[in-house]
């Protein structure tokens, strides 16, 4: 190629390495080292453990569609509950084995994302709207499994217990297995995993680009609506695993637990104070937020003498939320992570 | 052998006639220069050229196919790519990355994806900018990203809206010659928008002159550049003028 009469100063450098490869090593590195995790800890922390590792599931997902697509989601609860409702109604209804059931729910959730999305971006729904529309559907689907006979209305799903009590094929083990981790481990890894390939692929650059400026995008022969739809159905399908293994780890599902706001809430908190659009964001807010309930819970049964007035009260914990988010938020607004990245590359 | 016909295009806004009734042929491997005063239409003309907005009536027919109110991102896949007049980077990605969707939107494969875009860089002269950050980056640079991130899509037809503007005059020659190499290397069809006379003289096989959204004239540029109608609207009282 021709080159022009501005003299290029550094013709001939080396691309840049890309950071895929780095970031599947340090997946790969972190699942190995957490898998002798249930082994360690006391089974207090080990439920802990869990809970984290969905928290960190369900923000991943969150984050592929709201983060990396910029398509704010306020009702991830949608996709988290139609994977907890689809495994436990196929297990329930039809003794269908929850790992099918986990992967028709991730199908599920796919579906409706994509026809949640497609309307709201058919109607140019931005911002705010758009998060409200996703937030309406959410809502839509608590109260229809709320009053439809076919879901149990508001009393749900109990996982039936199996006789003898274990099998990998049902999801289900004694009380505080190890096993529930390495599931839960598992589904973390496959989430960052897909995460890592989405932005590696051609249609988590191009969708990238579209949330960069969408009109741009367009310009360079990118079907923006397409690769939106496509970001949204991985989205809820991550998000949907979440649901199907929260099912098995409970062993109980209710409309609320699967579609109620808060679900919708839990999704986006750790990637926010993690770090939006990051990859370890999602992860690192779970690890952040996950042990909080826990620690409240703790306060408010034996609180310090000074703290005695706290005795017995409730929501503590959603307070704290609340006061970490505003000060996430004022402080880190690029998250734990995203400030800690700024950091290293300044130095 | 004409590559874009427009005809009686118009588009209005809100009662306001941003472009009104203008048509216009451009050849295969021809420049066309449009000129007019701010308001005269030139971008609203461009968009919907491009797909970017419907026109309330008219066609656009590239190489034959009417494209007529085609998504923009289709108009990109049949070979029109197209330059921002306001600059719009992807402003999370490095200068690299932002050429690199380009190209593989271009339908390329990723393999060979970032060697092309480095050189698309470095052929548009950013090759400094290369690995900094799309954001924050000086007007001059940004120009040439728009520049670059349409020429990654191997376009054979390319509309330029005002890549000169901001750029001082040492700025602007190798962007004229770039331009100038591509028609004659490469047979891209331009068409641009330009303020700057010296460019649109120096580069046009023919002007289109806009006026209040209306086509006033069109012709090669030293008789355009004569037209009394053509200096009371736009240049002022001498073709070179508005070159401030």
Known sequence: MSVTELPSTAA?????????????LAIGVLAVVLIPLPLLLPAAQGAVAVRVLIFAIMSIGWNIMSGFGGMFSFGHAAYFGLGAYTSAWLLVEHNISPWIGMAV?????????VVVGFLALRY???GAYFALATFAFAEMLRLYASSSNLVNRASGYHVPLLPDDTSWWFMQFEAGSPNYFWIALGLTVFGLVVSVLFLRSRVGRFSVAARDDEEAAASIGIPVM????VTIALSAAITATAGSFFTQY???????LAFGSSVS???????????????????????????LSDVTATLLREPPTFLSFLQGRVGLDIILYGILLILIVLLLPKGVYGALRDRWARR | MTLLRVQNVSKSF?????????????????????????????????????????????????????ITGRTPHKVASAGMARTFQIMRPFSSMTVLDNVT???????RSRSAARTTAAEVIERVGLDRWRDAPSEGLPTAALKRLELARALALRPRILLLDEVLAGLVPAEREPVMVLLEQLRTEEGVTLVFVEHIMAAVMRLSDSVLVLNLGQALTSGPPQEVTRDPRVIEAYLGEEPGSAEA
């Open chain 1, 12 to 24: 001939g450098r080396a691309l840049p390495v890309e950071p895929w490869n780095r970031h599947l």
């Open chain 1, 105 to 113: 729910g991730m199908v599920v959730a796919a579906v409706f994302g």
């Open chain 1, 124 to 126: 140019r729904l931005k």
């Open chain 1, 226 to 229: 397409r690769c939106k739809l």
């Open chain 1, 250 to 256: 409970y062993l109980f599902i209710d409309p609320d």
């Open chain 1, 265 to 291: 809430i839990q999704a986006i908190l750790p990637a926010v104070i993690g770090g939006v659009a990051t990859i370890w964001g999602p992860v690192i807010g779970a690890v952040v937020l996950g042990p």
């Open chain 2, 14 to 66: 809100s009662g306001l006639r941003a472009v009104d009734d203008v048509s216009f042929d451009v050849d295969e491997g021809s420049i066309l220069g449009i000129i007019g005063p701010n308001g005269a239409g030139k971008t609203t003309l461009f968009n919907v050229v491009a797909g970017a907005m419907q026109p309330d009536s008219g066609s656009v027919r590239l190489d034959g196919n009417d």
């Open chain 2, 101 to 107: 969707v380009a190209v593989l939107a271009g339908g």
